[in-house]
């Protein structure tokens, strides 16, 4: 029987954890802890021998049953580039003290305000910050969501915090706010029937091109003269942003790509193909956000959300710009794929490179990461 070794081994160890924090949850011995970025089972013990909970808990060894689970929870349409979906609009706070809180339109923010204050949920699973470094965190109250605002770029097992969320705190109800392999992951564990998740019941999914180490970050802002505790705020475009005491900055992307998880560079999932209903930026004017409300709970819970006049709404117009966005990135996830899987069968750098017809700094840093 497959056990944590064979987790570490082909998962952790080959880089390719996406630090859901679902083998943490799963443990029914909590061995598992999150440790300098990654899940970790510090020492052997007994109870270890004959159980594979954790291995079974991993979404990233059973990539290909997506599609199985993407067909029994989003049964109709046609998938396109950035998945299937009931509807697509912009959308923006009309609250001043979101606004001022909040990454883009502040609609994760105001929506998950109101289903708690409607009752349709009663807690929600998000990410906070020490500083800058993500911290996930159950949050039960208006001020609790709102002090988890703006994106935080740097990896958090959030789904750790489902087992307190439920057996601590009493929640039933609950909201997960993730990236996409964040939903990948819970829709995988409700797949596989792990009872806690069943206790979450909504899914907001945040689009993403890719994500950065939050110390090798640290780092890169240090190069620039910059102490990352007194930047105000990061964004990134076809640029990486930072937004300090009044300014902006912006600097090329290549310069944080050597801060991109390794997990990143081989993930093809954009716009949260699996979440009720899916947030980001691209696609809408500076200060609104896109949202996609792709099934039945998630267009119950929004529809009702728009008419309380707590935001406001209008139709999205670059919907080009969100798909040729989406189908890079699915592009780039394949081509590494393909890369390490050449690897695999012994090729050198440069001969995948030419194989691939790409450069071989490409593959190098693809295959390298961090
Ligand atoms: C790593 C990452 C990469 C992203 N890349 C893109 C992109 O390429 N294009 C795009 O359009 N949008 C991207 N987004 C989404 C975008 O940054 C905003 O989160 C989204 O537009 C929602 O804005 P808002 O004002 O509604 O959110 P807010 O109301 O400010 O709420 C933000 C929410 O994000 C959650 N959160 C913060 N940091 C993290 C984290 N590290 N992991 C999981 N959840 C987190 C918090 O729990 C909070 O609920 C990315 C987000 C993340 C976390
Ligand atoms: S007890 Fe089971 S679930 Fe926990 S670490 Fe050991 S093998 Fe994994
Ligand atoms: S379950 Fe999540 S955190 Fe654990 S090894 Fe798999 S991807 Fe990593
Ligand atoms: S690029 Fe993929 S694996 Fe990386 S944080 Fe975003 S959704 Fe997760």
Redesign the pocket.
């Known amino acids: 029987m497959p056990s944590y070794e064979d987790l570490e081994a082909q998962i952790i160890d080959s880089g390719i954890c ?1 630090v859901c924090g679902a083998c943490i949850l799963a443990c029914p011995n909590s061995h598992i802890k999150f440790v300098d970025g990654k899940p970790k089972r510090p020492k052997r013990t007994l109870d270890c021998v004959s159980c594979s909970t954790c291995y079974d808990a991993c979404y990233m060894l059973r990539r290909g049953l997506i599609q199985d689970i993407e067909a029994s929870i989003l049964s109709w349409g046609e998938k396109g580039s950035i998945g299937i979906y009931k509807r697509l609009l912009a959308a923006r706070t009309k609250e001043q003290s979101i606004e001022k809180a909040c990454q883009d339109g502040g609609i994760v923010t105001s929506l998950l305000i109101y289903a708690l204050n409607e009752n349709l949920i009663d807690g929600a699973l998000v990410v906070g910050r020490d500083g800058w470094m993500p911290i996930a965190f159950i949050a039960k109250t208006r001020g609790e969501i709102i002090s988890s605002a703006m994106t935080k770029y740097g ?1 958090t097992p959030i789904l750790k915090e489902l087992r307190a969320a439920v057996v601590d705190h009493g929640l039933s109800r609950i909201c997960l706010v993730g ?3 964040h939903i990948q992951s819970i829709r995988y564990l409700q797949h596989t029937s792990l009872p806690l998740a069943s206790a979450i019941k909504l899914t907001i999914g945040l689009f ?4 950065y180490e939050y110390h090798c970050m640290q780092g890169k802002m240090r190069e620039r003269g910059l102490n990352i505790e007194e930047i105000d705020k990061f964004d990134v475009s076809e640029e990486f942003n930072v937004y300090a005491s009044g300014k902006k900055l912006s600097f090329p992307i290549t310069e944080v790509k050597s801060c991109v ?1 390794k ?2 560079l081989t ?1 093809d ?1 954009f716009a949260s193909e699996l979440a009720d209903i899916s947030i980001g930026s691209d696609g809408s004017p500076e200060g609104w956000s896109t949202v996609i409300v792709r099934t039945e709970e998630g267009e119950k819970v929004f529809s009702q959300f728009e008419t309380s006049e707590v935001i406001e709404t209008k139709p999205i117009h670059n919907l080009d710009y969100l798909k040729e966005i989406a189908d890079r990135k699915r592009e780039k996830g394949k081509q590494t794929r393909d890369m390490f899987s050449l690897r695999e069968e012994g090729l050198e750098k440069k001969d995948i490179a030419v194989r691939l017809g790409i450069t071989e700094e490409r593959v190098s840093h693809r295959l390298t990461g961090i």
Do not use: A, G, I, Y
């Not at 993403?208 to 994500?211: A, G, I, K, P, S």
């Open positions: 996406t990896t990236s996409s392999c993403c091109r890719e994500n998880p997990h990143c993930c999932d």
